[in-house]
């Protein structure tokens, strides 16, 4: 039944009385009967109830039937409990928090490890998310219903109410900063909200829904040892090729430098790798645990054209492999003396065993390395010093003899005695 | 009175050279300098490295072009019109004894120690400038085809040498547009009696009174034997200079560019 517009402008004044009211309205009853759904949107339903505050209090049957809890015909007292009891009306302003553990306990037992939870047992101020900051409260909807907030495809923005409000990142001290503004330029935000696919990974993807943990807890699905496997739910042959790399067995050794998924391919800015931006600036993250292999990478063709932006040449991966990374004296690696030639081939079809001699990491200043490049060098830095040393002492004599007494006058004179010499 | 010193043919090998090697110049350098800001830049101008590296092969075609062009010439004036003295002598680029006296001669006279020497035909930084072209045109060229076609020349050379290649062309590129940029446009054009520069390579032609002053032992050799008037030439059409002055602007501005960015790379941004 759809309150009249006389009773609505009733009752809503009844509201606004209702802290004064209250205690001198007797019960109708002996029997306590809790108030039905209707009773309440009696009140409710009004799209323009408030409370004495101002704040809405409306809730509207619609949508709140259309909701997962109104199509299971859950009753209103069963989530705010404190009201099943309550005869008198209208009822106090202040009311208990919801309990949706009452019926969620897994979820709920899940979300009390969170970081979510710790932060707001931390501090009554925190703004740290609770169950209705991402289902909402009576329009909550299944999570497979494309309306809902926590929809696969929706769920990035329902995250970014916080994490990308600059405001709440300041007071949550969040270190990561606009991370919904760094996920979806990425693959796989394009993936969800470009293409629509539902297999792409949003946040709970990687973190969780509910018990999501700080990266440095070691139970977190995002802790830097258990990114492989996380990345692996999805990228199983990636991590399987990975984990008998050379990076993955160091991470296996419990070497806290070895690089997981996240140090290559970032963890929320994650692009294509074909594209030219990202092999410029994974070259640069190999560097940053390979220094010397960088340094003379950047001394030699490929890395010199590659610095220019032309990235069609070898970065490292084209030559090294990328999750499967092996020593150059182990026979499965690219650049071993078994498989070289075929590694040059992919971009040099006439690359041969004498090819393959060349040093793309040549270092000129290595005389053990590079013997030939030494003395050349060598040789080079000879000549060139010789012949700039004397030609600069040349010219400057030549200048200083030709400029002395009064330009251009100078010379003439000086010719015009030689000659009668 | 003007005399010829250059004929058309070895003008024009001059011009295409220039325009050649300032291109090569332009193209290659964004590469051996590819860690300093401005490479980026340099190398847009030609579309990017990439097409940079294409501009580089075609300016690298024109250059071998004047070297076949050149040494093809000197075969015929020394088999077909039996010209020995390319070979020896004043019209020779061979290096002579004279050189050397000359040279010291020329050293002894900036300190003031004695007379200017009494040139020829070529004096001895004229040689310099034109064998280091020789063996740049070697080096650099020899290197630049095993870099443009390295899987042919693994057929024949160990792949090592390829890294020599690399290098090696770097730095004579460096040293060729080093030297070029600084030593042959002060000797040539920016001393001060030649300020602001000197046409002859353009209009190929000197004023008797140039080559009096300038080459005495030629001029007096030339007049001792008669054979002034062999050489004699109208003078140039009124463009002629006037182009050369434009063309030299434009390639001395652009090489004292060039030189600006390779300092500021190697004293500034490498630091």
Redesign the interface.
């Known amino acids: 039944m759809r309150p009249t517009r006389f009773t609505t402008a009733v009752l809503f004044a009844a509201c606004l009385t209702a802290s004064t009211a209250l205690a001198q309205k007797p019960a109708a009853s002996a029997v306590p009967k809790p108030p039905t759904n209707d009773d309440c949107l009696a009140c409710h339903g009004d799209p323009s109830a408030a409370g004495s505050n101002g704040r809405s209090v409306a809730v509207l049957p619609d949508k709140f039937g259309a909701s997962v809890h109104g199509q299971a015909g859950i009753a209103c007292v069963d989530c705010h409990a404190d009201l099943a009891r309550t005869t008198d009306f209208p009822h106090a302003e202040k009311l208990a928090p919801v309990a949706c553990a009452k019926c969620h306990d897994a979820a709920a037992a899940k979300y009390d490890t969170s970081v979510h939870a710790e932060a707001r047992r931390a501090s009554t101020q925190s703004v740290a998310a609770a169950c209705k900051d991402c289902h909402g409260t009576h329009e909550i909807r299944s999570s497979k219903d494309p309306d809902s907030a926590t929809y696969h495809l929706n769920l990035p923005a329902t995250c970014g109410h916080c994490h990308g409000n600059a405001e709440i990142i300041r007071r949550g001290r969040i270190a990561i900063g606009n991370v919904v503004a760094q996920f979806q330029d990425s693959i796989h935000g394009q993936a969800l909200s470009r293409s629509g696919l539902t297999v792409a990974p949003n946040c709970k993807d990687c973190h969780n829904a509910h018990d999501i943990k700080r990266k440095t807890d070691a139970a977190s699905t995002v802790f830097r040892a258990t990114i492989p496997a996380t990345c692996g739910r999805c990228h199983e042959g990636v991590q399987r090729r990975y984990l008998t790399g050379v990076h993955g067995e160091a991470l296996a050794k419990g070497r806290p430098d070895a690089p997981v998924c996240v140090n290559c391919h970032s963890a929320h800015q994650i692009q294509r790798t074909e594209g030219a931006s990202w092999k410029s600036q994974v070259t640069a993250e190999c560097g940053s645990c390979h220094p010397e292999s960088n340094r003379t990478y950047?001394d030699?063709?490929h890395?010199?054209?590659?610095?220019?932006?032309?990235m069609?040449v070898a970065t490292c991966a084209d030559c090294h492999g990328a999750h499967d990374i092996f020593p150059k004296r182990d026979v499965r690696s690219t650049v071993s003396a078994a498989r070289e030639v075929s590694t040059c081939k992919k971009c040099?079809?006439?690359?041969?065993p004498?090819?393959?001699?060349?040093?793309p990491h040549?270092d000129?200043h290595n005389r053990a390395r590079?013997p030939?490049?030494f003395y050349?060098?060598k040789f080079?830095e000879v000549?060139?010093i010789g012949?700039?040393a004397f030609?600069?002492i040349?010219?400057a004599?030549?200048?200083?003899?030709?400029?002395k007494p009064g330009?251009?006058q100078?010379?003439?004179r000086?010719?015009g005695r030689?000659?009668q010499? | 009175m003007e005399y010829q010193r250059f004929d058309i043919y070895n003008r024009l090998l001059h011009g295409v050279l220039m325009v050649s090697f300032l291109g090569l110049a332009f193209t290659g350098m964004p590469l051996l300098f590819s860690d300093v800001p401005w490479a980026i830049r340099l190398a847009a101008v030609f579309g990017g490295g990439h097409s940079a590296g294409i501009v580089h092969r075609i300016f690298a075609s024109m250059m071998i072009g004047c070297v076949v062009l050149h040494v093809w010439r000197l075969m015929h004036r020394l088999y077909v019109k039996k010209e020995l003295d390319v070979l020896w002598g004043p019209a020779s680029m061979t290096p002579q004894p004279r050189d050397v006296v000359e040279m010291l001669a020329h050293l002894r006279w900036f300190l003031r120690l004695g007379p200017q020497p009494r040139f020829d035909h070529f004096t001895y930084w004229e040689k310099f400038d034109y064998w280091a072209v020789f063996w740049g045109m070697g080096v650099i060229g020899g290197s630049g085809l095993v870099l443009w076609f390295p899987e042919v020349f693994s057929k024949i050379l160990p792949g090592s040498w390829f890294n020599i290649a690399l290098f090696v062309h770097g730095e004579e590129g460096l040293l060729a547009v080093g030297f070029i940029f600084t030593i042959h446009f002060f000797n040539s054009h920016l001393r001060p009696d030649k300020f602001p520069m000197d046409p002859v390579i353009f209009t190929g032609r000197v004023s008797e009174h140039e080559l009096m002053e300038e080459r005495p032992a030629e001029y007096e050799r030339l007049r001792a034997g008669r054979r002034l008037d062999e050489i004699e030439v109208g003078p140039a059409a009124a463009w002629v200079p006037r182009l050369a002055k434009a063309v030299a602007v434009v390639a001395v501005t652009l090489g004292l560019a060039m030189v600006g960015l390779i300092l500021y790379a190697v004293l500034f941004a490498r630091l």
């Open positions: 950047r030699t063709f890395g010199q054209e590659t610095q220019l932006g032309f069609r040099h079809p006439g690359a041969n004498s090819f393959a001699q060349y040093d040549a000129r590079d030939l490049l050349a060098s080079m000549l060139l012949v700039f030609f600069g040349h010219t004599l030549w200048a200083s003899r030709a400029v330009l251009g100078s010379s003439r000086d010719d030689r000659t010499e």
